[in-house]
């Protein structure tokens, strides 16, 4: 292939839309074109690469092998390329432009969302893409360049490389009970005999809670784990056992009287939630300023 047969970036940007519908008609109408005028793109493309990257199958289309392997390795170039190109544009000092942000589920669900809509309401012009991943993968990603700002719960393991990170916030973890439990002590040495429902054992919150709990000397009859505080809150709110998980995660639910919750006097237990980037490469204005509204939020 000669250079000035290199695809055009619509070509690319169209096939990897096509791929993400299967289908022409969906991906026309997210690129604002007709439907003719994209298959002729995909079909100058192949034509370019001299391969199918589709098979079309009645109205139906399905991307094949080189089509998948081709998406794969375009499309996250892509999108760092117009990103790169939108804050380059920004970079003016105005705070626009695209901005990768990742964090764990429970800090998404339970912080994000009063956090970015301050932030988006003020920088109007930013785009922003939520990617949720576990704490012990954020850190990788913000090394590796798939995300410029990491929001998570404090990793116990050492990080790849050296990153900074800023604490944000604290939490504290609270024992959770059905709003019909009878018990009502503050110790937990009065539970042990209950059964608990706890964040599974690979998860650093999990393992934070064990190190206390050892430390302290307690073992737990734990009858059910799980990486989804959300089912947890469920099987709690369905009686089928108790837990004990960071206060913010429970607090719509303890307000609307749902589950109960509050503090262990003899097990006191913190986690902090740190925002990671990566000191190696300058950060564009608009990931500051979300940098600046993450420690906002946080003081």
């Not at 719960?153 to 490389?161: L, Q, R, V």
């Amino acid at each position: 292939m000669q250079p000035d047969q290199l695809p055009h970036t619509d070509q690319l940007l169209g096939a990897i839309t096509v791929a993400k519908y299967n289908s022409f008609t969906r991906a026309a109408q997210e690129l604002g074109v007709s439907q003719p005028a994209l298959s002729r793109q995909i079909m100058s493309l192949e034509k370019t690469l001299g391969i199918r990257l589709f098979d079309r199958i009645g109205r139906t289309v399905r991307p094949t092998g080189l089509g998948e392997e081709l998406i794969a390795r375009v499309g996250p170039i892509l999108e760092d390329l117009n990103r790169v190109t939108v804050n380059l544009a920004a970079s003016s000092g105005t705070n626009a432009g695209r901005v990768r942000l990742g964090a764990s589920e429970s800090v998404a669900v339970h912080a994000m969302p009063g956090i970015l809509r301050v932030f988006l309401n003020k920088h109007k012009r930013v785009s922003l893409r939520l990617v949720c991943q576990t704490s012990e993968n954020l850190p990788e990603m913000v090394a590796n360049g798939e995300i410029d700002i990491a929001v998570t719960a404090m990793s116990m393991t050492n990080t790849t490389h050296e990153m900074d990170i800023r604490s944000l916030w604290d939490e504290e973890f609270v024992l959770v009970l059905p709003v019909n439990h009878s018990a009502r002590s503050r110790s937990i040495k009065n539970y042990l005999d209950e059964s608990f429902i706890l964040l599974s054992a690979a998860t650093m919150t999990r393992r934070l809670l064990d190190q206390h709990l050892s430390a302290n000397g307690y073992d737990l009859n734990v009858t059910l784990e799980h990486t989804s505080t959300e089912v947890i809150k469920a099987m709690v709110s369905a009686g089928l056992g108790i837990s004990i998980l960071p206060e913010p995660i429970v607090r719509r639910e303890v307000r609307q009287g749902e589950l109960a919750a509050w503090p262990l006097n003899d097990l006191s237990i913190k986690r902090s939630i740190v925002a990671i980037t990566d000191p190696r490469r300058e950060p564009w204005p608009a990931e500051s300023a979300l940098l600046e509204t993450l420690l906002s939020y946080g003081r």
